[in-house]
């Protein structure tokens, strides 16, 4: 089984568009977050959540609206895509200790490409 | 805030040779600092972890990590490489009190000569 898992892998779409990339983990962690990687493979977070609780939001535009239903679930949901949203998502898991977290496991990402 | 850097964006190896990555990271406070390993169209795996526990920290596939205080830094080192070892490679750190949030240094690609 996969630990985090996404759908679709991969997502064209046209600008203007309004799409959800889904993501689950299996692993009982309670917090989840997005990541971007842009053409650059540089990798920044986007959003946190911890057991259904958004608890980072790192300036996101707000055409991105993170959706967490239970702790083993969040969605990402984009409206009115844009060019400069092209780049792969990922989703990602870890285990909030008493003094810190644990390592984040990863999804396999999600390839949006805005035409 | 936490910074990352990552010196050299591609390092070029011949099989069998010495792997080094460099990682010099910036923390206020005591950091957790990973590596993690991106093969093309896949997601990123956890080679191993520094969480202040021993500082030289083994992980994955012969790799380990040693981390140095005095020079901020937490580089990556393999013995010897192998051809299955090119791939992209991200240093990153976290905080205990930021909600397990990773900042990632730039990444470096590693190539491996037959």
């Known amino acids: 089984d996969t630990a985090v898992s996404q759908t679709p892998k991969y997502l064209v779409t046209q600008m203007g568009n309004d799409k959800s990339i889904k993501c689950e983990q299996n692993?009982?962690?309670?917090?989840m977050y997005w990541y971007k990687q842009d053409s650059k493979k540089f990798l920044k977070i986007m959003f946190s959540?911890?057991?259904?609780?958004?608890?980072i939001n790192e300036t996101v535009p707000n055409r991105f609206s993170p959706k967490s239903p239970d702790k083993a679930h969040l969605n990402l949901h984009i409206n009115s895509l844009e060019l400069g949203d092209s780049a792969v998502y990922f989703c990602?898991?870890?285990?909030?200790?008493?003094?810190?977290?644990?390592?984040?496991?990863f999804g396999q990402g999600t390839r949006l490409t805005v035409v | 805030a936490q910074s990352v850097t990552q010196l050299g964006s591609h390092v070029s190896v011949s099989e069998g040779a010495l792997v080094l990555l460099r990682c010099n990271y910036s923390?206020?406070?005591?950091?957790?600092l990973f590596w993690y390993v991106q093969y093309p169209n896949q997601g990123l795996q956890l080679l191993l972890k520094?969480?202040?526990?021993?500082?030289l920290v083994k992980g994955i596939n012969g790799f380990e990590a040693e981390f140095k205080k005095s020079e901020t830094s937490f580089h990556l080192t393999k013995p010897s490489a192998h051809m299955s070892d090119a791939a992209e490679y991200f240093c990153?750190?976290?905080?205990?009190?930021?909600?397990?949030?990773?900042?990632f240094g730039q990444g470096t690609e590693l190539s491996v000569k037959p």
């Open positions: 990153a750190v976290s905080v205990w009190n930021q909600g397990g949030k990773l900042i």
């Open positions: 959540y911890n057991n259904k609780e958004l608890i």
């Open positions: 923390s206020s406070v005591p950091p957790y």
């Open positions: 520094y969480t202040s526990a021993a500082t």
């Open positions: 692993l009982g962690h309670d917090t």
């Open positions: 990602a898991s870890s285990q909030n200790r008493d003094r810190g977290f644990t390592e984040a496991f």
